[in-house]
């Protein structure tokens, strides 16, 4: 079964990395000129993306924390593939963004023109710290195993191995142990850095005072209690699938405690929905009301309650209390079931990120500004096109595969020692 | 009713001579400054046109649009028209998210954005309360037709550079743009573009720090008001109602 996901998994990444290329010449050769989003709606699919990967890794590496931080013992065999997930969807969110720029060359200038009083230069600075956390936590992780494959493996591994060690040779107990601590501290670094950087991207879009849809203080909450609960749900998911070969009970005990989480993030995070539509919908000004509206009764109201409600809430919900919650009888197998609410949950988040992005731009500033003057991307209406699906393709199966190779090459998922001392 | 004491035909000269001694003093003693007239304006968009002309707006950027509104039922149906350029906002939120130091308030009043450095985001376009900030993704008119004429290709001169569109990649294609007052003809002594072709004469430009000039005395009648007043922004850009 796990094998058959593996494989479907390669073939559907392969398949959209072929087909996402035609949607990455596109971009390449038209720049922007083949994409709905435009002047009065300037914010599109690509920007949903970005949040809704930076989310799974923000999600994904909190939870890393809790192996290396909190050093819960249920968990220590995960630890590195939460790291490696959280660092493939870091990637796809960055290539996500990136693609979005209307001049991608001059990315830099984030950086070397900084502009403190911007959310988006606090997004550079925060996204180098936490690429390069990400990057040396892996190492430090991975770093015994690497010695270890590139003294024993074979082929390909080995040689990977041996170039990622760095020169590093010592395998012996002290010395992992000595990683774990090196671990444990930039574990520590990392969580106020992950809460400030996925807060962050809540409060880019929680300062635009303009769009009222945006500009309230609990959108930097609202992220990160999304992040933890579609990137934890992701991580659910993984583990189970790529997960450390473990004894049936094991498996499920994991699946399980993961799967009371993610339970109790999802419901969380309804309820802050729940609070957002309330108080949205009482108000009559159109700024606050027609975005939420919009998601109810608008065009695109399935992606709210079919994407949304149904797939990403109810029924995963349901299939965590029947089979994470029951205690007693620990044989029988709740994995299968467990992974699957989770990737619904995981899957269907986009939709979550595409409400977020897309209504809060469709009430007109100034009333009648579209009949004023016509003209490509002066409009309030937003359908994202194949060219910007494709990218959007392209990206997400690179990441992928990114994975799935990382996950091939390196010791991601060693079994034979433990991670919490 | 006459609003202000001023003939119509004085109404330019006296603009052309404010601009004059407005460019006398240097740059940080001026504020630029524009009065828009709605009792005045018939919404004819000669503005629109005169600003798409001037500033070689390719399609999908607009810098001054003019929003028609009805007012009241028939058979009491009046039309209002509200001309839109820059608020040249003196509290600008669009400065103040962009990531990379491409767009700022100058010491004359003027929203710059520098092209080369504008990276493309479209964080100020979500950012301006006014939607005044449109994307430009390097589209032609002629697009679609045998050849891209040679006229569309020629530089706009705004912020006083030259900007050429030979290509589709280079700025300002893919970067936000804005109403920039006309600057770069206002430094010559020549008044914008949409002052000088609006047909009804509602649109006055000048210094505001002047207390002599026409925009300053236009600023203290009781019926200037400013867009979104609530926001904080601080319009420059002022309405007579
Ligand atoms: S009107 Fe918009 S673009 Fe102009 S200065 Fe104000 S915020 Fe910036
Ligand atoms: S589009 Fe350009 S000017 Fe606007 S915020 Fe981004 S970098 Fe700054």
Redesign the pocket.
Known sequence: MKSTIKILVWVLAVIGFGVGLYGMFLRITTGDRLADYGSYIPWGLWVAFYIYFIGLSAGSFLLSTLVYVARIEKLEKIGKLALFTAFGCLIAALLSIWMDLGHMARVGNVLLHMNLDSMMSWMGILYSSYFGIIIIELWFALRGDLVETAKTGRGGSKALARLLSFGSTDDSAAARAADHAKLRVLGIIGVPLAIAFHGGVGALFGVIQARPHWNTPLMPITFLIGALASGGALLTAVVYIWGPDESKEKLNDIMKFLGQIVLALVLFDFLLEISEFLIGLYSVAPAERLPLEAILHGHFWYVFWIVHFLFGVVIPVIILFAKAVPKGRPDKPAGGAIAFACLLVAVTFIAVRFNIVIPAQINPEIPGLQYAFGGPGLKYTYLPTAMEWLVSIWVTSFAVLLFLIGEKLLPIVKSEHREVA | MALIDVERHEIRQQMMDDLQRALKKPMNKRHWAMVIDQAKCVGCTACTTACVAENHLPPGVVYRPVIEEEVGKYPNVRKSFLPRP????DD????KVCPAHA?W?RPDGI?EINYNRCIGCRY?IG????S??TFDKGFFYTDGTPEIMDYEKEPSFEYGKEWPRKNRESSPIGNAR??TYCIHRVEKGILPACVTTCIGDATYFGDRNDPKSLVAKLLGSPRARKLKEEEG?K?T?TYLV
């Open positions: 820059c608020m040249q906002c600008p939120p669009c400065v767009t308030k929203v100020c950012a301006c309360p006014y005044a900030r804005k109403c922004t319009p850009t």
